[in-house]
Every structure is written in structure tokens, then in C-alpha cells.
């Protein structure tokens, strides 16, 4: 089906491109043969639209000059204004705005002699798409306003098309959307009833843009889609594809709908890199780069951002540039490196300042040069035959309007003083507002700084009274022993049974210095991770060796199910992690429980599960499990604990940006599972 609609297609451009060329040849004999008048004139104007069609303006700039000529020698000035508009559109066509608007002028001038209101209308519509492109938005306005009305009273469908194009980007650039929305579905109207495919395809694409601006998000993508549709597969529409394809992704990000903007980028990115298209590609990188950052991966993220940042210094786009600007931000202040964000954000400021200094500078701009023109013809002519008593009362009302204008400008002025006063309190308010905002973050910032201080300094107190008791109790076991050794007052056989539990005070000191240490450097010194990718695996079987010893002494089965899997984290911290977890297994399992380790994917990430079929814990307790409270309890061998282990734990997970939890019954076990990032 589809070969058959290529060829099909393939069929018509040949036939239609053989019709033209037949009827370009039967128009270049027929001037030839044609005497030197009128209808030589007409014939040759045929001619100059039908090569204008076919982009031919050398061609056709030839016929011009030669018909502007004869049309001097014969006074038909009808034909004379058709044949300035004609060259001027092709000046147009070429940007030379310059010679465009002079033969535009000329043209005017003799529609206006010939008082054609539909010449008059044409030229000002085409004025006012010349004054748009120039980024002359309010002349524009004038120009395409005053055309449309002629435009719709003579039914002249397609120049009423171009006249709602023109009005529609005038408001776009203006910020005048609802207006733009207005005259985009008049125009697309239009497009349709005259079957003008191009003009339907560049008014969906305007609509999908205006619906986005408005946050219409689903209007957008609608339109956007639209303009797909009626894509083929030439050049032009290849480099529209790529431009289209990461707009209709950034939309559906607006909703997190992260699949189908995937597959839109990755289509957009392999258009784009094949057409060398480096606008649509760094449309395309920036979108990927605020996908990733919303799934927060942050070093995929920032590689794309540095590949488009090379981009934004060979395509000269402010509004990419702006984009590119504020992901910038966003990714620095992720990684929490402010000062390149603050540097970022100062860039974007700038730029955003200069482009509505622009567009306000460009919207204000009226051309001395050219106004529309109306036909007010009759009314000059009446007032030139009115009598001198009338044409003395109307001078007589007109100084009095020049008197009213005087007085009305002294009450401006009065006006224009109590303003700029006004204005200049105003100014000096918001001076004063902003040193007051600024005085209220300091306080903030220093009675937050006060309230970290208190904080750290009960935890400071909780902590000494925690390891004083713990500390005391493991200590007095070993020194009493080392007593009763240097008064030789036990045997031997007393002397074996004591080593376990000398051995057991021994491992509670050590354990709770151990973990002192991790804490305080932690909570003390505002631990900073150094994230890094490594196998979760390899850890496992370091720390299960480590605890070996005891899973032996207290006959515990322990199964070892994790695979090879790559985590982005800081091995040291995770480390102290799972040697905590699994001790605390150990330590709440008896005789034939079971403790095991397990890892795998889940939403893009490494969830990481310690099992035991040991004491389990109340709900009650559960709360408590994570906080710098000391709770603790002891194990099935009445092990002591020091109770900072897992709000250390917690801490650390947090710093590598996982989550730590426990789900636990009492007498069926606990399960410690521990999320963390892939890369």
C-alpha cells in the first residue's frame, strides 16, 4: 500500500510539474507573437506568476523589467501596479526588505491614483508580513487589520488566508495568545476550504506552540501530531520532523509520562543526528537531559548537557539557549554545586531580560517611513466643496480643539510629576522591603544555625550517657576477670568457662566504639559521600566472612542469594551498612534460623533485602529502630547493643540518596531492605 501511494504520489509531481512546464512554454510563444499592447502586458504578468510559483525570480525579474517598460510607454498603470507588487514580493522572497518595501510604495501609490481597494488591501496585507518579519509587530498589526476587512467583504480566500497569518504571528510575538489562537483557526479554516496542504501544516505547528505557552498540555500534543500527519519525506520536512518530535516528548514530560517521551527523543535524536540537523539536535539533548534529571540520573543528564552546550555556540537560538540556561540550574543544584548553579542562574536572568527588552522595543516600533493607506478619497473631495462659512466654523472648532489639547497636555504634565514621584516612593518602599527580606533570611539562617547547635549538643549528652553505662559495664566484666587472674583465685576449669563471656565484653566495647566512631564522624563532621559504582555482591561476601564466626557459634543456617549487581554509592559507608544489618541478623537469630541475603532490580534501582527468621520486632519498636534514641534490646544470647547502629544506618543510606526500611513480626523474623541508585 505504501509503494502505492509513493508512486502515486511520484506520478502527480511529474505530471503536474510536465502541466506547468507545457503552459510556461505555451505563455513565452504566445509574448512572442503578441504585438506590442495591452494584452502583451496581461500575458506577460501570466507568465511572472506562473515562474514566481516555480521560484524562477531571475526568470522572472527579466519579464518585469521588460513589462514595466512597455507598460511606461502605454500608460497602463493598472498593469504597472501589478508589476511593482510582483517584483516586490520577490525582493521579499530574497530578504531584501529594503527594494521590497520601495516597489511596495510604488505599487500603493498607483492602486491609490486608481482607487483599487482590493490593489490597496494586497499590498498593505504583504506590507504587513514584511514589517512582522522585520520584527515591526504593531505596524504589522495595522497593515494585516486594515487588509482583512477588504479581504472578507471581496470573498478573496487566499489573500484573507495570508492576512489571518499575518495577524496570528503579529499577536504570537506580541504575547497576545488568545488573539494569536483566534486568527491561527481562521486561517487554518481557510487553508482547508482552499486545500492549501502547507498552510494547514504551519498553522497546526503554530497552535501546537501557542497551546504549549498556555500550558495546554494535551491541546499541544494534539496539534503537534497533527503536524506529522501531513509530513513527507523531503528535506524541509525532515528538519520540521526533528523540530517536532522533542516538543511533543517535552509535553508529555509535563505529565511524567517518561515512555512515550522516550520514544519521541530517541526517534528526534537519530532524525536529527542523520540530517546533521544541529537546531532539532540540541532541542532534542536538552529534553533528554530534563527527562534524566526528572528519573534522576544525574550523570547521563549532565552528558547530554555538555554535548548540547557545544551545540548553543553554532545555532544561534536565544530560546533553546534560555532552556539549556535553566537545566543547567537544575542539574548544579541537584549535585548541590550552588555556585556553579548561582553562576547558571545569573546567565539566564540576562538573556530572559534581554529578550523581553527586545520583544517590548520590537512591539513598539511604528515605521515613519510607510502607514496603511484607507480610501478617504470622497471625503477630501466633499470638504474641498464645502463653502468658506463652513470651512471657517470648522477651523474655528479646530483651534478650540487645539486649545482643549493645550489644556489637556498641562494636566498630563501635573499628572506625569505626581506619578514619577509616586513612583519614586514606590522604588524606595521596595529597597527598603528587600533589606528587610534579606535581614529576615540572616535571622533565619542563624537561628537555624543556633537550633543545630542546641540539637547537636543534646545528642552530645545522650550519646556520653549511653556509652558511659555501656562502656562501664563491658570494662568492670574484664577488669574483675583480670583480677581474679592476678589473685590466682579461680581454676582452670573456672578459668575456660569465664573466656566466653570476657570474649562476649571484649566485642561489646569494640562494637561500641566502632560504631561511636562512624557515628560522630557522621553527625559531627557532616560526612560528604564519594559516590562510586561497585559490585553489591563483593560486599556481601567480605561482611558474611566477617560474621561467620558467630552464625558457627550459634548453629544459624546463612544463605547467601544476591547476584552481581553495580550500585552508585559510597562503598565505605554502605560497607559499615551491611556489617550492621547483618550482625544485628546474627544477634536476633538462635539455634536453626535462617538469615539471608539477597539483591535485586526494581524501578530502575538496587534493592538491597537482609532476612531473618529470628525474635522480630514489635510495631512498637519498630518506630523507634531508626532514631538517635539509644533503644536497643538484647539477642536470643542476651547480647548487648549500643542503639545507635541503624539511626547511623539511616543516615548513611540517606547521604547516597536510598531509603532504608524494616518489615518485622514478632516470633516470625525480620526483613531490612535498603534502596539504592543504579548510577
Not at 529 to 542: G, L, S
Not at 565 to 592: C, H, P, T, W, Y
Request: aromatic content about 8%; overall charge neutral.
Amino acid at each position: 500500500m505504501k509503494q502505492l501511494i509513493t508512486l502515486t504520489a511520484i506520478f502527480l509531481t511529474s505530471y503536474f510539474g510536465f502541466t506547468q512546464t507545457r503552459e510556461l512554454d505555451s505563455l513565452t510563444i504566445q509574448l512572442t507573437f503578441e504585438k506590442r499592447d495591452s494584452v502583451k502586458i496581461e500575458t506577460s504578468i501570466e507568465l511572472i506568476k506562473l515562474l514566481f510559483d516555480n521560484k524562477d525570480f531571475e526568470k522572472a525579474l527579466l519579464y518585469i523589467n521588460r513589462s514595466e517598460q512597455l507598460s511606461y510607454d502605454l500608460n497602463y498603470d493598472l498593469a504597472l501596479a501589478e508589476l511593482k507588487y510582483l517584483k516586490a514580493l520577490i525582493y521579499t522572497q530574497n530578504s531584501d526588505y529594503y527594494n521590497a518595501i520601495d516597489n511596495y510604495k510604488r505599487s500603493l501609490s498607483l492602486y491609490v491614483s486608481l482607487k483599487d481597494t482590493l490593489g490597496i488591501a494586497k499590498v498593505n496585507n504583504s506590507l504587513g508580513g514584511v514589517e512582522i518579519a522585520r520584527g515591526n509587530y504593531t505596524i504589522g498589526l495595522q497593515y494585516a487589520l486594515y487588509a482583512i476587512d477588504i479581504f472578507e467583504r471581496k470573498n478573496q480566500l487566499n489573500e484573507l488566508s495570508q492576512a489571518y497569518r499575518n495577524l496570528a504571528i503579529a499577536y504570537k510575538k506580541t504575547n497576545q495568545n488568545d488573539k494569536a489562537l483566534e486568527y491561527n483557526n481562521r486561517a487554518l479554516e481557510v487553508f482547508k476550504l482552499t486545500n492549501n496542504n502547507e498552510g494547514v501544516k504551519i498553522t497546526h505547528l503554530d497552535l501546537a506552540q501557542l497551546y504549549a505557552l498556555r500550558n495546554e498540555h494535551r491541546k499541544a500534543i494534539e496539534y503537534y501530531k497533527k503536524v506529522l500527519i501531513n509530513l513527507t519525506s523531503n528535506d524541509d520536512d525532515l528538519i520540521l520532523k526533528g523540530d517536532v518530535l522533542p516538543s511533543i516528548a517535552a509535553q508529555y514530560l509535563k505529565f511524567k509520562e517518561y515512555d512515550k517521551a522516550t520514544n519521541y527523543l530517541l526517534e528526534g535524536i537519530k532524525l536529527n543526528r542523520a540530517q546533521k540537523n544541529k537546531k532539532g539536535l540540541l532541542k532534542t539533548l536538552n529534553n533528554l537531559s530534563n527527562l534524566n534529571l526528572q528519573l534522576k540520573k544525574i550523570r547521563l543528564a549532565q552528558y547530554q548537557l555538555d554535548e548540547a552546550f557545544m551545540l548553543t555556540k553554532e545555532v544561534n537560538n536565544d530560546t533553546l539557549l534560555l532552556d539549556h540556561y535553566s537545566l543547567r540550574i537544575q542539574l548544579d543544584s541537584t549535585r548541590g554545586n550552588f555556585k556553579n548553579a548561582f553562576i547558571w542562574q545569573g546567565r539566564y536572568h540576562t538573556l530572559k531580560g534581554k529578550l523581553e527588552s527586545v520583544i517590548s522595543q520590537k512591539s513598539a516600533i511604528i515605521s515613519e517611513d510607510i502607514k496603511p493607506i484607507n480610501l478617504v478619497l470622497p471625503e477630501v473631495e466633499s470638504y474641498n466643496n464645502m463653502d468658506s462659512v463652513s470651512k471657517q466654523t470648522i477651523d474655528k472648532y479646530k483651534y478650540l480643539i487645539y486649545g482643549l489639547g493645550g489644556v489637556l497636555l498641562i494636566i498630563f504634565s501635573i499628572l506625569l510629576g505626581i506619578f514619577s514621584k509616586q513612583k519614586s516612593l514606590v522604588t524606595k518602599k521596595k529597597v527598603t522591603d528587600e533589606t528587610n527580606r534579606q535581614n529576615n533570611i540572616e535571622n533565619n539562617k542563624l537561628r537555624n544555625q543556633v537550633e543545630h547547635l542546641e540539637e547537636m549538643n543534646q545528642v552530645k549528652d545522650r550519646l556520653f550517657s549511653i556509652v558511659s553505662h555501656d562502656l562501664k559495664d563491658s570494662i568492670t566484666g574484664v577488669k574483675a576477670f583480670l583480677d581474679l587472674l592476678r589473685e590466682d583465685s579461680i581454676t582452670r576449669e573456672e578459668f575456660d568457662e569465664l573466656i566466653p563471656e570476657l570474649s562476649e565484653n571484649a566485642d561489646n566495647a569494640t562494637n561500641l566504639l566502632l560504631n561511636l566512631l562512624n557515628w560522630s564522624k557522621s553527625q559531627m563532621q557532616n560526612l560528604d559521600p564519594k559516590p562510586e559504582q561497585f559490585n553489591i555482591q563483593d560486599v556481601f561476601y567480605e561482611k558474611m566472612n566477617l560474621v561467620e564466626k558467630k552464625v558457627n557459634q550459634k548453629n544459624i543456617i546463612l544463605l547467601d542469594e544476591s547476584t552481581k549487581a553495580n550500585v552508585f554509592a559510597d562503598r565505605s559507608m554502605i560497607e559499615i551498612v551491611i556489617q550492621n544489618l547483618l550482625a544485628n541478623a546474627v544477634k536476633f537469630s538462635g539455634v536453626g534460623d535462617v538469615i539471608t541475603v539477597s539483591n535485586r532490580q526494581r524501578n530502575g534501582k538496587t534493592l538491597i533485602c537482609i532476612e531473618d527468621t529470628g525474635v522480630g520486632i514489635s510495631k512498637e519498636n519498630q518506630k523507634k529502630l531508626f532514631l538517635n534514641a539509644g533503644f536497643t534490646t538484647r539477642g536470643t544470647n542476651h547480647e548487648k547493643g549500643t542503639g545507635l547502629g541503624l539511626s547511623i544506618a539511616k543516615h548513611l543510606i540517606e547521604q547516597n540518596n536510598g531509603k532504608i526500611w524494616v518489615e518485622s513480626e514478632p516470633n516470625l523474623g525480620s526483613k531490612f531492605f535498603i534502596e539504592l541508585p543504579n548510577d
